[in-house]
């Protein structure tokens, strides 16, 4: 069995074959490397996000309680999980925006949009800081009178400023969210478009491969293909020749 070393053509078709495959694999799993990072920290993180309405509307609710506490006592108990309400709410939207910026490099639109959405929940906390030091002065005063001119004073504030402010809140998480909606959709149609120009890709390098492979066939066949031999017709003619030559 006689063994031959490959020819520059088969080496040339193997190259290609080997780096065509390289490249798909290291396309295909940067693609699934950037869904499972969009699932696992984009997406978690926005609905995450999402959350923020509910938690400022139970933070709103409890000074609501507060303002319709009876006794001290239950004023205390109602505020004492305010701060750790505000903290998980300013803690959801620091993790967003650390997500984001990690995996998008700040887009303009959604840069804008959680901005806004920090300045209106900045406002909106420091008019509820004022409503519960007005209502920290309804417990501490000395008169009723005092007392009851104070509680008006918190009513009228929790009712029209912070609610105000609230509804700003609100506005800017719905922008902020549409915001996260369109990335998601462009970071969806980048995918679907790296997954389109791999697969081009793969197909023309495999017909690409597949027309060499002929093409170099074909060849090989050509060089290897013996010469024509003398048949028995011919070497009749070649005896009467020499017949007539000596005759």
Same mark, same amino acid.
């Given at each position: 069995?006689?063994?031959?070393?490959?020819?520059?053509?088969?080496?040339?078709?193997?190259?290609?074959?080997?780096?065509?495959?390289?490249?798909?694999?290291?396309?295909?799993?940067?693609?699934?490397?950037?869904? $499972?990072?969009?699932?696992?920290?984009?997406?978690?993180?926005?609905?995450?996000?999402?959350?923020?309405?509910?938690?400022?509307? $139970?933070?709103?609710?409890?000074?609501?309680?507060?303002?319709?506490?009876?006794?001290?006592?239950?004023?205390?108990?109602?505020?004492?999980?305010?701060?750790?309400? $505000?903290?998980?709410?300013?803690?959801?939207?620091?993790?967003?925006?650390?997500?984001?910026? @990690?995996?998008?490099? &700040?887009?303009?639109?959604? #840069?804008?949009? #959680?901005?806004?959405?920090?300045?209106?929940?900045?406002?909106?906390?420091?008019?509820?800081?004022?409503?519960?030091?007005? #209502?920290?002065?309804?417990?501490?005063?000395?008169?009723?009178?005092?007392?009851?001119?104070?509680?008006? @004073?918190?009513?009228?504030?929790?009712?029209?400023?912070?609610?105000?402010?609230?509804?700003?809140?609100?506005?800017?998480?719905?922008?902020?969210?549409?915001?996260?909606?369109?990335?998601? @959709?462009?970071?969806?149609?980048?995918?679907? @478009?790296?997954?389109?120009?791999?697969?081009?890709?793969?197909?023309?390098?495999?017909?690409?491969?597949?027309?060499?492979?002929?093409?170099?066939?074909?060849?090989?066949?050509?060089?290897?293909?013996?010469?024509?031999?003398? &048949?028995? &017709?011919?070497?009749?003619?070649?005896?009467?020749?020499?017949?007539?030559?000596?005759?």
């Amino acid at each position: 069995m006689v063994v031959t070393w490959p020819g520059w053509r088969q080496w040339v078709v193997s190259v290609l074959v080997i780096g065509l495959g390289l490249f798909g694999a290291q396309a295909l799993h940067q693609i699934d490397q950037d869904l $499972r990072i969009m699932y696992t920290e984009y997406t978690l993180a926005a609905t995450d996000l999402a959350h923020i309405s509910a938690d400022v509307m $139970r933070y709103r609710a409890t000074i609501i309680r507060a303002l319709e506490a009876q006794t001290k006592e239950e004023f205390l108990r109602f505020t004492q999980s305010l701060p750790e309400q $505000r903290a998980r709410i300013e803690q959801s939207v620091d993790r967003y925006a650390a997500t984001s910026e @990690k995996l998008l490099g &700040g887009h303009q639109a959604e #840069l804008a949009s #959680l901005a806004a959405m920090r300045k209106s929940l900045a406002a909106y906390f420091l008019t509820a800081t004022r409503t519960m030091q007005l #209502l920290t002065q309804l417990w501490d005063a000395p008169t009723e009178a005092l007392a009851i001119q104070i509680r008006t @004073k918190a009513e009228i504030h929790a009712a029209e400023e912070a609610g105000a402010k609230l509804i700003r809140v609100t506005q800017a998480l719905d922008q902020l969210m549409d915001s996260v909606t369109n990335v998601a @959709k462009e970071l969806r149609s980048q995918g679907s @478009k790296a997954i389109r120009a791999t697969s081009f890709i793969l197909i023309a390098g495999s017909l690409l491969l597949a027309y060499l492979n002929l093409v170099f066939a074909g060849r090989r066949g050509s060089a290897h293909q013996p010469a024509a031999t003398s &048949g028995p &017709g011919q070497e009749e003619v070649r005896d009467s020749a020499l017949a007539r030559g000596s005759g």
